[in-house]
């Protein structure tokens, strides 16, 4: 695991900080669409992502989700650090993108770092700054954006994520992260296609306007 964090981490830790982590930390692996995290639940070590990718998501009463942000390699979450540092129960809803694989830091560690590790405790901070900055800009899209401009954004930051203009999604899964139903999605799909912004296929959607 030390060669996987230094290849990741390297750049942003020190190598004394990297043993720490590789000595009390774990792997988890996980594949596309399994829960990392659910609300109402506690969480007892944070995600360091070594690769692949995780959707944040914000559930309400009903069940209904809306996507805050993704994580790629490199990123952890704040609302986790959150959760972690007060001993709360999460907010949040965390997903696996695609097939990931985590280093899995003790909550215990994290406030003791914080102290030794100036370090650690600049990425804590831009960490909070990273996701709140991601966080405005959702509110943002909802409050100033219509929703096929959603729309359109969600496409591209997903192909980018992925490294790919090519996604695999219903158009169900896409109306659960706008929080918007599947006939308004299906509707606006097809004006972008007339658009020439995206292309629809039987199984898939290609981005063309990154």
């Known amino acids: 695991m030390i060669q996987e964090l230094k290849n990741n981490y390297a750049h942003l830790f020190e190598n004394e900080l990297l043993e720490e982590i590789n000595n009390v930390s774990t792997i988890k692996e996980v594949t596309e669409g399994a829960a990392l995290i659910k609300p109402g639940s506690y969480i007892k070590s944070m995600p360091l992502i070594i690769h692949g990718a995780i959707k944040i998501l914000r559930e309400d009463k009903e069940g209904d989700e809306l996507l805050l942000y993704f994580l790629e390699k490199g990123d952890t979450c704040a609302m986790t650090l959150s959760c972690c540092i007060g001993h709360h129960k999460s907010e949040i809803k965390a997903i696996a993108e695609m097939d990931s694989k985590l ?25 909070y700054h990273k996701r709140l900055m991601e966080a405005i800009e959702t509110i943002d899209s909802i409050a100033f954006l219509k929703m096929d401009k959603r729309l359109l954004k969600y496409l591209n930051d997903k192909a980018k994520v992925n490294k790919d203009n090519i996604l695999h999604n219903t158009h169900q899964e896409i109306a659960y992260d706008l929080h918007t139903s599947r006939v308004v999605i299906s509707r606006l799909l097809k004006k972008l296609e007339i658009e020439g912004k995206i292309q629809l296929h039987r199984n898939s959607i290609t981005v063309l306007d990154l």
Not at 106 to 111: A, N
Not at 114 to 124: A, E, H, I, L, Q
């Open 103 to 127: 280093v899995m830091i003790p909550v215990s560690k994290m406030e003791e770092w914080t102290k030794k590790y100036t370090s650690w405790r600049n990425f804590v901070f831009e960490s």
